[in-house]
């Protein structure tokens, strides 16, 4: 069970993150953009405007001092906006997890769990300190640098290091990688105070595509 207790944190940061993302990247840049990251945020901003749904496959890849080797699983993400999303895991065994508005269901028929965890504040702290905010505001919490990737072709690569204690309890480091033509997620890796990481790998990614309903629903106690 330690792998289950390792994830608790880290499952709701990444949901967290992937449903703030859509807005922390595709937003409105505050007039006078003065680097690359600055232009990522001017270019998306049409994206933003029309963005409603999302669903990509995903490869996550897991390191912890827990773990005797990276543990790699797989699956399906829909994204409902503003408030629905969901991770369907594939392999190695089948779990979901779901935000759907303040709530977090996490079902792993393997483990015989179900649990249903009220959200709201680590909702606000995501608001507060990534959504809708111009890149000048994010630089107050964050250290910033933006490049062309050189181990992801074609993409970009911002790495957001926080600067406030508050952050930094929960993670210690984001880094994001960009398509530079489409200016969707391609990756993100996420690495925690204990130096445990979380990577995922999006592909067939889909924009304002149908969603089956379905994908939201999991199964009642």
């Keep these: ?92 065994e089948p779990r979901t997890v779901l935000i759907d508005q303040n709530r977090l269901t996490l079902v792993w028929p393997s483990h015989a769990v179900h649990q249903e965890t009220d959200i709201a504040a680590a909702q606000r702290r995501i608001e507060k300190y990534f959504l809708d905010k111009s890149p000048d505001e994010l630089r107050r919490n964050f250290t910033i640098t933006a490049t062309e990737s050189a181990e992801r072709a074609g993409t970009w690569r911002v790495t957001m290091v926080p600067t406030r204690k508050q952050i930094q309890q929960g993670l210690t480091r984001l880094d994001l990688w960009i398509d530079r033509t489409s200016l969707l997620l391609a990756a993100m890796q996420m690495t925690f105070p204990n ?27």
């Design 195 to 221: 130096a445990d990481t979380k990577l995922m790998v999006f592909e067939n990614v889909v924009v304002n595509g149908p969603v089956d309903q379905k994908m939201f629903l999991v199964e009642k106690k």
């Design 1 to 92: 069970m330690k792998e289950q207790r390792h994830r608790g944190p880290a499952v709701l940061l990444t949901c967290a993150i992937i449903a703030a993302l859509a807005s922390l990247l595709l937003h409105a840049a505050a007039p006078g953009a003065r680097d690359l990251f600055d232009e990522i945020y001017a270019r998306g901003r049409g994206i933003e405007r029309s963005l409603k749904t999302i669903t990509a496959r995903f490869t996550e890849t897991t390191t912890s001092s827990l773990l005797s080797r990276p543990l790699v699983a797989r699956g399906t993400l829909a994204v409902e906006r503003p408030s629905k999303i969901v991770l369907r895991y594939t392999d190695p």
